[in-house]
T-cell receptor
């Protein structure tokens, strides 16, 4: 199997606070994890690629100081939304690449709903 | 740059019948992978089926199969014996075979199952 967990599943916070979202690969080691943002009725938008032990690679238009990503171990990556504002409210999804032979598929966490008041 | 197009924003099918979801892509690469993911109302993305471009044989997973036409750059998903649990958003995705593991996503097709 390939199970990816995400915590918390949803969070409500006040404007100006920071929120940390954890992404864990439970039964495999993931050298690469991805963070996506999804707006209602839209496709996934890649925010950044997180490689274990190195700095994340951010997509164009994503503020790296706003969305801090840390991939400290082969099973854990975290996304911290700093000084959150209402426009940061969204559904955030992580995925982890399962290495091996053949297609190295991405497996997804269940997502985190963030509401900033 | 590669692109993925899903031209059907919404499809509906009667329960127990067969439905085909379309996906086309544009690439200049010869080696790549294609995926179909399902996102039910829970919003958990679930891998449905995957295909290596170098394989001529179409992938199948139980009631799900693909029609991979490499020359036409088409990758459609066929769902046989549709069930109520198949209702979801379906996303087609492309990935290069190189070291960049990023997925390029289509806009999605909402599948409605009529009981």
């Amino acid at each position: 199997g390939a199970v990816v967990s995400q915590h918390p599943s949803w969070v409500i916070c006040k404007s100006g606070t920071s929120v940390k979202i954890e992404c864990r690969s439970l039964d495999f080691q993931a050298t690469t994890m991805f963070w996506y943002r999804q707006f209602p009725k839209q496709s996934l938008m890649l925010m950044a690629t997180s490689n274990e032990g190195s700095k994340a690679t951010y997509e164009q238009g994503v503020e790296k100081d706003k969305f801090l990503i840390n991939h400290a171990s082969l099973t854990l990556s975290t996304l911290t939304v700093t000084s959150a504002h209402p426009e940061d409210s969204s559904f955030y999804i992580c995925s982890a690449r399962k290495p091996g032979t053949g297609i190295e598929t991405q497996y997804f966490g269940p997502g985190t709903r963030l509401l900033v008041l | 740059a590669q692109t993925v197009t899903q031209s059907q924003p919404e499809m509906s099918v009667q329960e127990a019948e067969t439905v085909t979801l379309s996906c086309t892509y544009d690439t200049s690469e010869s080696d790549y992978y294609l995926f179909w993911y399902k996102q039910p109302p829970s919003r958990q993305m679930i891998l449905v089926i995957r295909q290596e471009a170098y394989k001529q044989q179409n992938a199948t997973e139980n009631r799900f199969s693909v029609n991979f036409q490499k020359a036409a750059k088409s990758f459609s998903l066929k769902i046989s014996d549709s069930q109520l649990g198949d209702a979801a958003m379906y996303f087609c995705a492309y990935r290069s075979a190189g070291s960049n593991y990023q997925l390029i996503w289509g806009a999605g097709t909402k599948l409605i199952i009529k009981p």
